[in-house]
Structure formats: structure tokens, C-alpha cells
């Protein structure tokens, strides 16, 4: 277990609603990044917080938000949802430092998401 | 386009032997991480390895990082039954503002009993 949490575990939604994902970080980690995986492929970075601002993001339309929270969770908004929306969406958190120099990502469970 | 390419796609082996996959990327790093995937579930850390070392065991876990030919390699050794997982290596790239991960598209390992 690496005391990441996410919620909800599944979830349906029909094309064009909104969506929101919650990512619960572990003790002491002060960055979240999330990352969508299609069905049978790597996952793919969307974006990552860093002590409650955007510090990077993905090839991902602007229609994928997020918010970090001073807890450190964060939450992972999905507006005007399509069908290739339908994937595993995984959120890891790590302690960043300044020097931007990486360090390891722990993974929550993720949330599976369809799009009907 | 995908920072790291993992080769094979597909492995199946027998229980008790080892098994290898290989990694290769385009772009300098600032490390390079292996991570395990059971059935579409949540992954989990394995190894990270730095752009300056070139080799790191972690119990029947070895991973080897070459970044003249930008290429990483796990060795699973003994492997078991409970090894069956899709294996994905990572790499943090030199270039990003945050410790961003590219991932590859993994290697799926079956181990047979």
C-alpha cells in the first residue's frame, strides 16, 4: 500500500457531462501528478501540482483541470466528456523539491471511468 | 509519442527462470523508474535509478541503466507465478520544470506454474 488514495474506484458517465476525480496524497508529499491510461497502454501525464499551482501539464485540452488543495490532495476536472475519455485515471504524489529533480512517484488505485 | 518504448511487448516464461526487458528512450534523464501493473490496477514502484548510476538491486530485482545508448534493462530473476504483471519503465527527463514521468507501453510478463 503506498497511502495514495483516489475516489471514486468506477465510474459511468454519457458524453458532454462533467466529471470529477479526488486524489488523496501520502503523509509528508508535497506534489500530485495525474496521469490518464487508455485500455492496454502506458499512462500518459495530464498535469502535476506543486504545492497548490500547476507545475507542468501534458498534451491535454484545456477542458482538464485541476485543483491542489493545502492538504496536498487534489482533484482532477473533466469538463464536455467524450467517448476517448473512457480510461484509468491514476494519481501519484512524491516530494518535490525545488530543483525540480525527481524523485519516486507512489500510485493511488486509480479510477476507472467509462464514457457512454 | 511515447518517451520510452519497452521490448518485448508480450514475455511468457516458466516458473524459475529469469526474465528480462529492456527500455529504450530518446531524451537525456534525470532518472529512469520501473513500475509493476496487475491487471489494470494501480502501479506500483520498483526501482528508480539515477542518470548517474548504472546498476541497482533491489532483492531478485536488478535494473541496469546505459545512457550512452539510452536504454535501461529489468532482470527478474527466480521469477514466480505472483511475477505476472505488465511492466512499465518511466523516464523523468532532464528538460521538465517537475519530476514529469514518460512512460512507455510496458511489457506484459506471463509466468506459468
Known amino acids: 500500500e503506498t497511502g495514495v488514495t483516489q475516489s471514486p474506484t468506477h465510474l459511468i458517465k454519457t458524453r458532454g457531462q462533467q466529471v470529477t476525480l479526488r486524489c488523496s496524497s501520502q503523509s509528508g508529499h508535497n506534489t500530485v501528478s495525474w496521469y490518464q491510461q487508455a485500455l492496454g497502454q502506458g499512462p500518459q501525464f495530464i498535469f502535476q501540482y506543486y504545492r497548490e499551482e500547476e507545475n507542468g501539464r501534458g498534451n491535454f485540452p484545456p477542458r482538464f483541470s485541476g485543483l491542489q488543495f493545502p492538504n496536498y490532495s487534489s482533484e482532477l476536472n473533466v469538463n464536455a466528456l467524450e467517448l476517448d475519455d473512457s480510461a484509468l485515471y491514476l494519481c501519484?504524489?512524491?516530494?518535490?523539491?525545488?530543483?525540480?529533480?525527481?524523485?519516486?512517484?507512489?500510485f493511488g488505485p486509480g479510477t476507472r471511468l467509462l464514457v457512454l | 509519442s511515447q518517451q520510452g518504448e519497452e521490448d518485448p511487448q508480450a514475455l511468457s516464461i516458466q516458473e524459475g527462470e529469469n526474465a528480462t526487458m529492456n527500455c529504450s528512450y530518446k531524451?537525456?534523464?534525470?532518472?529512469l523508474q520501473w513500475y509493476r501493473q496487475n491487471s489494470g490496477r494501480g502501479l506500483v514502484h520498483l526501482i528508480l535509478?539515477?542518470?548517474?548510476?548504472r546498476e541497482k538491486h533491489s532483492g531478485r530485482l536488478r535494473v541496469t541503466l546505459d545512457t550512452s545508448k539510452k536504454s535501461s534493462s529489468l532482470l527478474i530473476t527466480a521469477s514466480r507465478a505472483a511475477d505476472t504483471a505488465s511492466y512499465f519503465c518511466a523516464t523523468d527527463v532532464v528538460d521538465n520544470a517537475g519530476n514529469m514521468l514518460t512512460f512507455g507501453g510496458g511489457t506484459r510478463l506471463m509466468v506459468k506454474p
Open positions: 535509478i539515477r542518470s548517474n548510476e
Open positions: 501519484a504524489s512524491s516530494f518535490g523539491q525545488e530543483t525540480g529533480y525527481g524523485e519516486t512517484q507512489y
Open positions: 531524451t537525456s534523464i534525470n532518472n
